[in-house]
């Protein structure tokens, strides 16, 4: 079993070029982003292509049409040739019939489209708190998520330790992983190796074990895992300056190479 490292663009400078050599030479498998502009979107491909690199797209549903932006999104997305995508899905304050019937046209739009959707656990969507999407899943049982469950430590403020039992519902529906650690008052540590935060990291290295193991257990070799770290506004910054106390690269880089020797742990055997 195995965690395959795919690198988020989110926060990451310089042109298109040097990004992607940068990932290859880092040894990540793919790219996560949402998808290219369209003066872009040749040049991307051919990126790809170039580097060999698995693309995982990024798309979001919008408050004037929800299910058609949605649609429309995933229809662009499907022409890059994406090994799934993850998309930001619906509305925290939709009532709850208006979920169950934007879920249930996702769904149909997804096996149409033949590509799996992820649906990320993520503030200000629909799936914001582990109650509301073990729920939903309960109610859809063919919805499958991307797992970000730092978003979740900042929305219940804790380590989310009274959530065992919506925890194993959500884990079994997961196919994809956004690897950032979250605490009780915010959805980013400010680097994941000080030790002020190693309860919050051994505890998120849990949740993702317990998905990996999953994944094993119906005799998948992989999951994809992204160390989505992000720019200020995630990361945390000096006062009066607005200067990041971490350097992105190397907390992504660090989050990846860390988690590669723990999969090696876990599944040596």
Wanted: net charge negative; with cysteine; proline share 6%.
């Amino acid at each position: 079993m195995q965690l395959k490292m795919i690198k988020a663009l989110w926060g990451m400078e310089g042109s298109l070029e040097a990004q992607f050599e940068r990932i290859s030479k880092a040894g990540y498998k793919g790219v996560e982003s949402p998808l290219p502009a369209p003066e872009h979107a040749a040049k991307f491909r051919e990126l790809l292509n170039e580097y060999q690199l698995d693309y995982i797209a990024m798309v979001f549903s919008h408050a004037d049409n929800h299910a058609g932006s949605f649609e429309q999104s995933v229809e662009q997305a499907a022409l890059f040739n994406p090994i799934l995508i993850n998309s930001h899905s619906a509305k925290d304050s939709m009532p709850w019939s208006e979920q169950i019937d934007f879920f249930t046209k996702a769904l149909a739009i997804e096996q149409r489209i033949g590509l799996p959707i992820g649906h990320e656990t993520h503030r200000g969507r629909a799936m914001f708190t582990p109650w509301g999407t073990a729920e939903l899943l309960k109610e859809l049982p063919d919805l499958r998520l991307t797992a970000d469950f730092s978003h979740w430590c900042c929305v219940c403020e804790s380590l989310l330790e009274d959530q065992a039992a919506n925890l194993a519902v959500v884990m079994e529906r997961v196919i994809h992983i956004h690897g950032r650690i979250g605490y009780a008052q915010g959805p980013q540590v400010p680097d994941p190796a000080a030790p002020e935060y190693a309860q919050e990291l051994q505890t998120h290295e849990g949740w993702w074990r317990q998905i990996a193991e999953q994944h094993r257990s119906k005799g998948r070799a992989e999951i994809t895992f992204t160390p989505e770290f992000g720019p200020p506004g995630y990361m945390h910054t000096l006062p009066f300056t607005n200067q990041p106390v971490a350097d992105l690269w190397d907390v992504c880089l660090w989050m990846a190479n860390h988690m590669t020797k723990r999969q090696e742990e876990w599944f040596s055997n």
